[in-house]
């Protein structure tokens, strides 16, 4: 291959959200058709043009399917996303961002 | 590589200032979405941080193109292996120690003088990526998952690709249950090459019908 070729992920989170859906296939949470149609649906939405299946729809389609078979709703997604945000903030630059540091942890 | 490796030094951050503590550190949005579902998954017992560490490090560094184009020289080479590969590719593909992750079924489709092959998924991305990695950006967005099929000569044309006019095009569209490769013909030149040398010639756009393989020629210059 050439050495331009610029590798799998263009960012770590791109990794993150690949190796979750094939840990959840490979714990049998769906299927890979079913994730397939899940992934075709999240790239047609029904008020814009069809998208590419990039890394971005990966998610939204995990998110999708994890909501659906109430494994992880949305509320409570956006809520532990807003904790990571504020856990980001509290961290010194360069330190690892944990969780723990959200100020506002019960 | 650590867990948190992943995330301690969050990418595209505004501030260049290493010694500046005052300031927090900074995740994306995208970035705390996916946070956020990777930590509740692991807290309800769904997945494991060291298993997500290991498949990522894999597709990181050990599975790419490079196996496909194992299979290819393989099949250059070994005419009994070929007919294996072409009647079932999934064992074939398995006696050289690339495996599927399951649930995949792998069909090869070998070039001829009146037919080239190109693989594409219609719906989404479907892809064999132990075999070929994961896939590039272009085989993922819109115009090649539409073009593809609507002018297949085209888009082979715009991947630098021209074939005589006589030559059909088959157009295959993978699943999630069927992932297609393309077996490309040998390049003339190379007889008496060993198959580590045959397979330097395959390159991934190959495998998937978008290109052909390396000439001696061009690997000499």
């Avoid at chain 2, 099929?149 to 030559?167: H, I, K, Y």
Wanted: a negative charge; charged letters at 20%.
């Amino acid at each position: 291959m050439s050495l331009a070729d610029p590798g799998p992920f263009a960012a770590p989170w791109e990794a993150q959200v690949f190796a979750l859906v094939v840990s959840l296939r490979d714990a049998g949470l769906f299927t890979w058709p079913e994730w397939a149609q899940a992934l075709g649906r999240a790239i047609r939405p029904e008020d814009d043009a069809e998208a590419p299946a990039d890394y971005g729809r990966w998610l939204a389609a995990l998110e999708g399917l994890l909501a659906e078979r109430g494994i992880a709703l949305a509320d409570g997604v956006a809520e532990r996303r807003d904790a990571w945000l504020r856990a980001a903030a509290a961290t010194p630059h360069g330190q690892p961002i944990r969780l723990e540091n959200d100020p506002l942890r019960g | 590589m650590a867990h948190d490796d992943h995330h301690g030094h969050p990418h595209g951050h505004a501030h260049g200032h290493a010694h500046d503590h005052a300031h927090g550190s900074e995740l994306s949005p995208i970035e705390a979405r996916v946070r956020a579902l990777e930590s509740i998954l692991v807290e309800k017992g769904y997945v494991d941080p060291a298993a997500l560490d290991a498949l990522v490090e894999m597709y990181e560094t050990k599975v790419g193109p490079h196996n496909g184009a194992r299979v290819v020289a393989r099949a250059w080479t070994d005419p009994d292996y070929r007919a294996r590969l072409l009647a079932d590719a999934t064992p074939a593909i398995a006696e050289l120690d690339i495996g599927g992750r399951g649930g995949e079924h792998m069909v090869v489709v070998a070039n001829t003088p009146d037919t080239h092959n190109l693989v594409v998924c219609t719906l989404c991305s479907c892809y064999p990526w132990p075999v070929l990695g994961l896939p590039p950006v272009w085989y993922k967005a819109p115009p090649y998952r539409a073009r593809a099929v609507s002018d297949p000569r085209g888009v082979l044309a715009e991947f630098g690709v021209s074939l005589p006019e006589a030559t059909r095009i088959a157009v295959w569209d993978s699943t999630a249950e069927t992932r297609y490769m393309v077996l490309p013909m040998r390049p003339a030149g190379t007889e008496g090459w060993d198959e580590a040398a045959l397979a330097a010639l395959v390159t991934r756009d190959a495998m998937i019908g978008t290109g052909l393989p390396r000439t001696p020629d061009a690997v000499a210059a």
